[in-house]
């Protein structure tokens, strides 16, 4: 099952009894500020979660699957994530979390 923001207003909701007008504003507050910071290449770091940083990629060669034909993607820039050493004990189910 995958976890919706509408999961994560609800969890906070539960967890904190406050209203859920309130939690959904908490939620909104936090990944818009996430949002913002990746925006301007900044690196989102949650401890016992992890990292969320934008690298950028150079140009390259390609090719499209459809036809065969070479090509050239263009340079980009994409999310990467790099999860805390917390966060995969406890994936991986290790003892102590």
Same mark, same amino acid.
């Given at each position: ?6 999961? #994560? $207003?609800?969890?906070?909701? =539960? &967890?904190?009894? $406050? ?6 504003? $908490? %939620? ?5 500020? $996430? ?9 989102? #770091?949650?401890?016992?979660?992890? !990292?969320?940083? %934008? !690298?950028? !990629? ?12 070479? #090509?050239? #993607? ?5 999310? %990467? ?10 994936? =991986?189910?290790?003892?102590? &979390?």
């Amino acid at each position: 099952m995958t976890l919706t923001k509408d999961h #994560l $207003i609800n969890s906070v909701h =539960n &967890y904190l009894d $406050i209203p859920k007008r309130r939690s959904t504003a $908490i %939620v909104e507050t936090v990944l818009e500020t $996430i949002k913002k910071r990746l925006e301007n290449d900044e690196d989102v #770091l949650i401890s016992g979660f992890g !990292k969320f940083c %934008v !690298k950028d !990629k150079s140009e390259r060669r390609g090719r499209n699957p459809a036809t065969g034909e070479d #090509l050239t #993607l263009g340079a980009r820039k994409v999310l %990467v994530f790099k999860c805390s050493g917390v966060l995969r004990d406890r994936v =991986n189910g290790k003892e102590g &979390y």
